[in-house]
């Protein structure tokens, strides 16, 4: 059975930081396109930061230079690193593994910027 799961989350400051994990099963991981998404109250889930089986990444315009996508294989395993977090980064954020044919979403971990 694929899964996807999400840890990390929680509540930070402004100017904070925060690592998010997930840890994928039942697939061959190597072979997955992995992202990270998030939604906000009233907002449409949005894309965050991509990461291909070799490694190049691409991010949102919002995040970038702050936030940073990597990959451990032997791990099966996805991260983001969160940076200089801003109240407008609150959300939920959800883990996202895409090959041909099949994508997997995880259940999300909230992430709220707050002072």
């Known amino acids: 059975q694929v899964q996807l799961v999400e840890s990390g989350g929680g509540l930070v400051q402004p100017g904070g930081s925060l690592r998010l994990s997930c840890a994928a099963s039942?697939?061959?991981?190597?072979?997955?396109?992995m992202g990270w998404y998030r939604q906000a109250p009233g907002n449409q889930r949005e894309l965050v930061a991509t990461?291909?089986?070799?490694?190049?990444?691409n991010y949102a315009d919002s995040v970038k230079g702050r936030f940073t996508i990597s990959r451990d294989d032997a791990k099966s395993t996805v991260y983001l690193e969160m940076n200089s977090l801003k109240p407008e980064d609150t959300a939920v954020y959800y883990c996202?593994?895409?090959?041909?044919?099949?994508?997997?979403w995880g259940q999300g971990t909230q992430v709220t910027v707050s002072s």
């Open positions: 996202n593994g895409r090959t041909v044919g099949a994508t997997t």
């Open positions: 039942g697939v061959i991981f190597s072979l997955y396109y």
């Open positions: 990461i291909t089986s070799g490694g190049a990444t």
